[in-house]
């Protein structure tokens, strides 16, 4: 595996795997990588020539510093992992290399699609997910990169990027990996203590007893429930839970044939913060 932390030499050595024919798959990561994220790899490995990997945790897309700072960091350990599945490029930048400006004012408008659920309650969240994601495709050029659907809304927002701006590249999205107790897999998970990773696959329990009580509850009746079970339990702070319909994750009221929908919850346990989501129809 090659690893680089400037933008002009993987430029330039991508350049010259581009004019040999070669498709790049390209999987963009915080680090701090787990199961997930290396299912995500080992799908870009099988299905492109070079397996392109980034390693950044995005400062702009944090609104809370607290988070920033505590978010888990351990390059020599992803890089064993990224050994492991077979990266063949490492790109690894510092803040400086990504953000030469003094200050990012680069602004996109992805409408109601980002006035909702994360990017309600991730004020900015969104505008630094997009900045940095067209930056990282503009430097490694992919053919296709992979996005979980753990983080649903930001796929929904990095598609509609990759729309505005024309590029030329295939979004693929992945399903949610899954602890064997049901927890979604992500690397906050790591900050759990003991005895809240303990309740943790509640929230997926919670997910999947509202979604057998479909033909029974519209939903916003199933959001009153939701609620209802985080909210008497001590161990949680339910920040939403909302049904919506899964392309503009708008909020939906009743069910609406021929219209997909997603239950979607973010809940912290202690400081951490989860989120997770589940389907309807
Ligand atoms: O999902 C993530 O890990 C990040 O939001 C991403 C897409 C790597 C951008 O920083």
Same mark, same amino acid.
């Given at each position: 595996m090659k690893t680089f932390d400037t933008i002009h030499n993987t430029k330039e050595f991508l350049a010259e795997a581009k004019k040999s024919g070669r498709k790049i798959g390209f999987v963009p990561t915080m680090g701090a990588l787990h199961e997930g994220h290396l299912t995500l790899m080992r799908r870009a490995k099988k299905e492109n020539d070079l397996l392109v990997v980034s390693v950044f945790v995005n400062p702009?897309? *944090? %609104? %809370?510093p607290e988070d920033l700072k505590k978010y888990p960091r351990d390059l020599e350990k992803d890089k064993k992992l990224l050994e492991s599945v077979g990266c063949d490029i490492l790109f690894a930048p510092t803040a400086e290399e990504m953000y030469? #400006? #003094? #200050?990012v004012t680069e602004h996109f408008d992805f409408g109601k699609l980002e006035t909702v659920m994360e990017g309600a309650f991730r004020p900015g969240h969104f505008n630094g997910v997009a900045v940095v994601v067209k930056r990282l495709f503009n430097i490694i050029t992919p053919d296709k990169a992979y996005f979980g659907e753990k983080d649903f809304q930001q796929l929904a927002i990095i598609k509609r990027l990759v729309e505005m701006e024309k590029m030329p590249l295939e979004i693929i999205p992945c399903s949610i990996v899954r602890e064997p107790d049901g927890l979604a897999m992500s690397s906050? %998970? #790591?900050?759990?203590k003991p005895k809240e990773r303990a309740v943790a696959s509640l929230v997926y329990q919670i997910l999947q007893e509202a979604v057998q009580l479909k033909d029974k509850k519209s939903p916003v009746e199933i959001a009153r429930w939701v609620a209802d079970r985080f909210n008497n339990n001590p161990s949680f702070t339910l920040e939403y839970f909302q049904v919506a319909d899964?392309? *503009?994750l708008q909020p939906l009221e009743q069910w609406k044939r021929n219209t997909g929908a997603l239950g979607f919850v973010a809940v912290f346990l202690g400081d951490v913060r989860l989120i997770d989501n589940i389907r309807f129809y």
């Open positions: 702009i897309q *944090f %609104n %809370n030469p #400006e #003094e #200050e906050r %998970n #790591e900050r759990l899964e392309t *503009f």
